[in-house]
Nanobody, 125 residues
Framework: QVQLVESGGGLVQAGGSLRLSCAAS????????MGWFRQAPGKEREFVAA????????YYPDSVKGRFTCSRDNAKNTVYLQMNSLKPEDTAVYYC??????????????????WGQGTQVTVSS
């Protein structure tokens, strides 16, 4: 069982930056890959970033590549999403997700086992 809590969302102007955090707690202690997804009103949930358990591998879609960086600090049980050069189209509720596995990165929603409640990110023009 993995409990996930996102934080760090808010309002920022276009071109600005924001860092999201996802605090994780696994019971029993487990290895897990992590992902970030977002969903805007009326739109499908879309993949944003993924990171392996070790933190050694990350993956991003073209829409955020070069602007977003996912990292993790397993000693703090926390995964981060650093978002730079934000655009209005980045506005959405952002969710972190966990998949129990020692290996790999995952980009599909159905591959994840646990989800946080989400945090709102709003980018103004």
């Amino acid at each position: 069982q993995v409990q996930l809590v996102e934080s760090g969302g808010g309002l920022v102007q276009a071109g600005g930056s924001l860092r999201l955090s996802c605090a994780a707690s696994a019971r029993p202690v487990s290895a897990y890959a992590m992902g970030w997804f977002r969903q805007a009103p009326g739109k499908e949930r879309e993949f944003v970033a993924a990171i392996s358990w070790s933190g050694g591998n990350t993956y991003y879609p073209d829409s955020v590549k070069g602007r977003f960086t996912c990292s993790r600090d397993n000693a703090k049980n926390t995964v981060y999403l650093q978002m730079n050069s934000l655009k209005p189209e980045d506005t959405a509720v952002y969710y972190c997700a966990a998949k129990i596995t020692f290996y790999g990165v995952y980009k599909e929603e159905h591959e994840y086992d646990y989800w946080g409640q989400g945090t709102q990110v709003t980018v103004s023009s």
